[in-house]
C-alpha cells in the first residue's frame, strides 16, 4: 500500500460526458502528479500539481483540466469524454519536486462507451 | 530528459538472479537513473535510482557503467512476485521544471517456476 488513495476504483460512462477522479496523496507530499495509462500509448505523463499550483504540463488535452485543494488532494476533470479516453488514470505523490521517490496510487479505470 | 532504450521482455527462473539492461547513451551529467516497476493490475513502484555510484537496497541493486550510458538493474533472487513491467526513466536534476517522468515501453519480466 502505497499510502495514495484514488476513487473511484472503475467509471463507466458514456461519450461526451464529464468526470472526475479524485486522488488524495500521502499525508506531508505535497506534489501530485496524474498520469494516463493506455493499452496504444503507455504511461503519459498529463500534469503536475505541487501546493496548489500547477508545476509541470505534459500531453494533457484541453478537455482535462484538474486541480489540487488546499487540503492537498487533487482532482482530474475530464470533459466531453470520447472512446479514445478510455485508460487507465494514476494519481502519484511526492515531498516535493526534485528527485524524491513518487509513490502511485492504484488508480482509476475508466470505460467510455 | 534523455531516451532509455530496454528490451522489450526478459525471462527468468524463479530464484535466479535476474540482470535487467538499460541503455542512456545520451545521458547528460545531472540526470538520475530511476528504476520503477508495474506488477499486474497496479501502479508503478519506486524500486531504486542512483547517479554515479553503484546502489543496493531491499529490493535490487543498481550497477552504473562508469561512463553512464548504460545501467543493470539486478534483483538477486527472482520470485513469481518480481514479475513485472520494469522502466528505466532518466530524470535531468537541473530541470527546474517538476519531477514528472517520461515512461518509456519498459522491459516484461516473466518468472519462471
Known amino acids: 500500500d502505497s499510502g495514495v488513495t484514488q476513487t473511484p476504483k472503475h467509471l463507466i460512462t458514456a461519450t461526451g460526458q464529464r468526470v472526475t477522479l479524485r486522488c488524495s496523496p500521502r499525508?506531508?507530499?505535497?506534489?501530485v502528479y496524474w498520469y494516463q495509462q493506455s493499452l496504444d500509448q503507455g504511461l503519459q505523463f498529463l500534469i503536475q500539481?505541487?501546493?496548489?499550483?500547477?508545476?509541470a504540463k505534459g500531453n494533457i488535452l484541453e478537455r482535462f483540466s484538474a486541480q489540487q485543494f488546499p487540503d492537498l488532494h487533487s482532482e482530474l476533470n475530464l470533459s466531453s469524454l470520447e472512446l479514445g479516453d478510455s485508460a487507465l488514470y494514476f494519481c502519484a505523490s511526492a515531498t516535493g519536486t526534485l528527485q524524491e521517490t513518487q509513490y502511485f496510487g492504484p488508480g482509476t479505470r475508466l470505460l467510455v462507451l | 530528459d534523455a531516451k532509455t532504450t530496454q528490451p522489450n521482455s526478459m525471462e527468468s527462473n524463479e530464484e535466479e538472479p535476474v540482470h535487467l539492461p538499460c541503455n542512456h547513451s545520451t545521458i547528460s551529467g545531472t540526470d538520475y537513473i530511476h528504476w520503477y516497476r508495474q506488477l499486474p493490475s497496479q501502479g508503478p513502484e519506486y524500486v531504486i535510482h542512483g547517479l554515479t555510484s553503484n546502489v543496493n537496497n531491499r529490493m535490487a541493486s543498481l550497477a552504473i557503467a562508469e561512463d553512464r550510458k548504460s545501467s543493470t538493474l539486478i534483483l538477486h533472487r527472482a520470485t513469481l512476485r518480481d514479475a513485472a513491467v520494469y522502466y528505466c526513466?532518466?530524470?535531468?536534476?537541473?530541470?527546474?521544471?517538476?519531477?514528472?517522468?517520461?515512461f518509456g515501453t519498459g522491459t516484461s519480466l516473466t518468472v519462471i517456476p
Open positions: 526513466i532518466l530524470r535531468d536534476v537541473g530541470a527546474g521544471t517538476g519531477n514528472q517522468f517520461y
Open positions: 499525508s506531508g507530499d505535497l506534489s
Open positions: 500539481y505541487y501546493n496548489g499550483e500547477e508545476r
